[in-house]
């Protein structure tokens, strides 16, 4: 199995317009000038942004990447997914019975795939209205293979609650340059309407706007324990929250306010861990996700950080139940080395 250095991440938002046309949005959306937006038919590139410069470094075409898909990050993807299928944010194609029927088939599909790895091969293009985009080549015959690879995960994603992380990586035998490519879906980091509205309602819960039964006690036994963030330590009490480890809607009624289910941070702290960018190993000490960016890690003064905090073998559960179910990990197919 080769060994990889990761060099940088990116991240895209899975459009609509990239969607399989029968899982797109149910939705009629307006342009300024009052006429209807016409509907994506599903056209198989990703767009990027404007950023034509960053984006060709990220990607340095002209060094022929390779592309890849994990088939457990698939699995893994498909399973988180089900709960939106069966309760969407939007309305999806045909309706709740067909989409879920295509996501049954699907994970048919992909425990009939023998192949760990799934190979890719993307070209660019950058238009007349500074939009990047990157898409497979012309579907022929010679190209089946690849468009057959990136329908196992065209065929699952939703649109919208659903972000395509990639990792550049370096092979460290061979020097060959690797784009990995992993869906993910979870909560704060879609961006959609929901998320939006926990994420104000948790800040509210957390600065006393409308406290949860418990809540008080628990920043304060928290808070007690932690005067600080565990992470920058910042100690102004107005500048910080009191964070479930496990997230409270998953804890039952012991753990929702365990004082040893939380930590001290500041919102933006709280955010990324949520997110799943950053977590503790046993040891307190901080892991930054793969998939979080260089020049994010650099303006929160997080890159090349070495930082440790003070567990005690009370919240070392709570950490692992973070880690397995929280936190935006690389395949075990992937092995990258620091």
């Known amino acids: 199995m080769s060994l990889f250095k990761r060099i940088d991440s990116f991240d895209v938002t899975f459009a609509d317009s990239f969607a399989n046309p029968e899982l797109k949005v149910n939705e ?23 950023d034509e410069k960053a984006l060709d470094e990220f990607f340095r075409f002209d060094l022929n990447p390779i592309f890849f898909l994990q088939k457990d990050d698939l699995e893994e993807y498909s399973k988180a997914i089900e709960p939106e299928y069966l309760n969407p944010q939007y309305s999806y194609g045909n309706g709740i019975q067909a989409t879920y ?12 795939l023998k192949e760990e790895r799934l190979y890719l091969e993307f070209e660019h293009k ?10 497979l080549p012309r579907r022929n015959k010679e190209t ?27 092979d460290t035998e061979t020097g060959k340059l690797y784009i990995y490519i992993k ?22 819960d957390e600065r006393g706007d409308k406290v949860r039964k418990g809540q008080e006690k628990y920043r304060e036994q928290v808070f007690n324990r932690y005067s600080y963030c565990v992470v920058t330590h910042v100690t102004d009490p107005n500048l910080l929250v009191a964070c479930h480890i496990k997230d409270y809607a998953k804890c039952n009624q012991l753990e929702q306010y365990d004082k040893f289910n939380g930590l001290t941070m500041t919102p933006t702290i709280h955010s990324l861990f949520d997110m799943g960018y950053l977590t503790f190993d046993e040891n307190g000490k901080m892991i930054l996700s793969d998939f979080f960016r260089n020049n994010d890690r650099r303006c929160l ?15 070392i559960p709570y950490l692992n139940w973070h880690n397995e179910h929280t936190f935006i990990r690389t395949s075990r197919g992937v092995q990258i080395v620091q």
Request: contains cysteine; proline residues 4%; positive net charge.
């Open 28 to 50: 009629v959306r307006v342009h300024t000038n009052g006429k209807e937006a016409k509907k994506g038919v599903g056209e198989k590139r990703i767009y990027c942004g404007h």
């Open 144 to 170: 089946q293979p690849l468009h057959d690879n990136w329908d196992y995960l065209r065929e699952v994603c939703l649109p919208r609650v659903s972000r395509l992380l990639f990792v550049k990586l370096l």
């Open 101 to 112: 029927e295509i996501w049954k088939r699907n994970n048919i599909r992909l425990s009939l």
């Open 183 to 204: 869906p993910f879906y979870g909560g704060l980091i879609t961006g959609t309407k929901k998320s939006y509205e926990a994420l104000a309602k948790t800040l509210k």
């Open 301 to 315: 003064n997080l890159y090349g950080k070495s930082i440790s905090i003070p567990l005690t073998k009370e919240m």
């Open 126 to 135: 950058y238009d007349d209205q500074n939009r990047y985009y990157v898409s």
